[in-house]
């Protein structure tokens, strides 16, 4: 079975400019989570998308939003960027349909704001 | 709100030296422990979950136990292929989200 994938793997912005990070989970698998990893604050739990719908979402102002599609497919969006969006975007996939399960995580989209 | 303390953040040791590294933690209602090894540049790799104190599971040279407050991960015999960030989460009762440590760096030098 293929892992979770995500695109693109690294990118550079510039402040002020939005980006769409997309993932494909492992298939067959329904609920997508995002997380953001830097050095200072760690991992830290964006959202979770579950038949495409958010079901929960972290303590991150609006400009980070997200979708997932009918496939399970899911997008991330970050809009006026910031230099501290700077950081590892993981997207992680789980078979759990509900409360929390393992979560299987892609290698991730590495983003530097300049 | 969820908490997880990893110690120590950083640990070297020889080829064959085993250790432990710790996970200290405060969850509302816990669904489960989780332990990842993350190598440079690349996402978490899932090794082990827990659900209840008093549970083990091994694999390879790695054993994870758990009680009501901590989680340890024992290294038997490390390799140097076993250097890695090692980090641990606790999963609550919020659909998708688990709250991760700071993580253990493991260096192990040949």
């Known amino acids: 079975k293929a892992g979770v994938t995500q695109t693109p793997r690294y990118l550079i912005k510039t402040r002020g400019q939005q980006v769409t990070l997309s993932c494909s989970p492992i298939s067959g698998h329904r609920s997508v989570s995002w997380y953001q990893q830097t050095p200072g604050q760690g991992l830290q739990f964006l959202f979770e998308y579950f038949s495409e719908t958010q079901r929960n979402k972290g303590n991150f102002p609006g400009r980070f939003s997200g979708r997932q599609f009918s496939n399970s497919r899911s997008e991330m969006n970050v809009s006026t960027l910031e230099l501290g969006d700077s950081a590892l975007y993981l997207c992680a996939s789980s078979e759990r349909t509900s409360g929390i399960g393992e979560l299987f995580f892609g290698e991730g989209s590495r983003l530097t704001v300049l | 709100e969820d908490q997880v303390t990893q110690s120590p953040e950083a640990l070297r040791l020889q080829e064959g030296e085993s250790s432990s590294l710790n996970c200290s933690y405060t969850?509302?209602?816990?669904?489960?422990l989780f332990w990842y090894r993350q190598d440079p540049g690349k996402g978490p790799e899932f090794l082990f979950t827990l659900y209840s104190a008093g549970e083990e599971k091994e694999k390879e040279r790695l054993k994870a136990t758990l009680t009501k407050k901590e989680s340890f991960l024992h290294i038997t015999a490390p390799k140097p292929e076993d250097s890695a960030t090692y980090l641990c989460a606790v999963g609550g009762t919020s659909y998708g989200k688990l709250t991760f440590g700071q993580g253990t760096i493991l260096t192990v030098h040949p």
């Open positions: 969850v509302s209602g816990l669904r489960g």
